[in-house]
């Protein structure tokens, strides 16, 4: 972990995998957060968390593997100062452009319900989000929370 990113030691960790299935997400987003209450996070921090990871679940079950069922890899490292790191890997089809892909309201999928603000939501409840993606080779989503209140220096 680098040092911007949380700045004291990991004190615990988590891995699950699950296959990209859109009823797996209830379980993504609820493992999490029972994880991150290790920190004894408020009550509204947990929402944040549960909704952030729904998003990039969710993105790993409709855009990366998009007719087919894959594996989502989610990793979660807590700090003893009081952050959450949430790694949510797929191997799916990639992100041809990231930047694009970030901006509100931006969608590949025009013909569905789909509004484009999943990395908007996700940007909006954590203290930061990174997005690497390689056409082909698949996508990793890491959200930053700190638990207590305080931002981290991006």
């Known amino acids: 972990m680098r040092k911007k990113d949380m700045t004291g030691s990991i004190k615990n960790t988590m891995k699950l995998v699950l296959p990209s299935l859109s009823v797996n997400e209830s379980m993504a987003r609820a493992a999490v957060a029972a994880f991150c209450s290790q920190l004894d996070p408020a009550s509204t921090e947990l929402a944040d968390i549960k909704c952030a990871v729904s998003e990039a679940v969710t993105n ?10 894959g594996l989502i890899y989610i990793t979660v490292s807590l700090s003893s100062d009081g952050y959450a790191k949430i790694e949510i890997r797929d191997r799916g089809c990639g992100i041809e452009d990231v930047k ?55």
């Open 100 to 154: 694009q892909a970030l901006q509100p309201l931006y969608t590949t999928d025009a013909e569905s319900e789909r509004s484009g603000l999943g990395f908007t939501v996700m940007e909006s409840f954590c203290d930061k989000v990174k997005v690497r993606s390689k056409m082909g080779v698949g996508t990793t989503v890491t959200l930053i929370k700190r638990f207590g209140g305080r931002k981290t220096d991006a």
């Open 60 to 69: 790993c079950t409709v855009h990366a593997y998009r007719d087919r069922v």
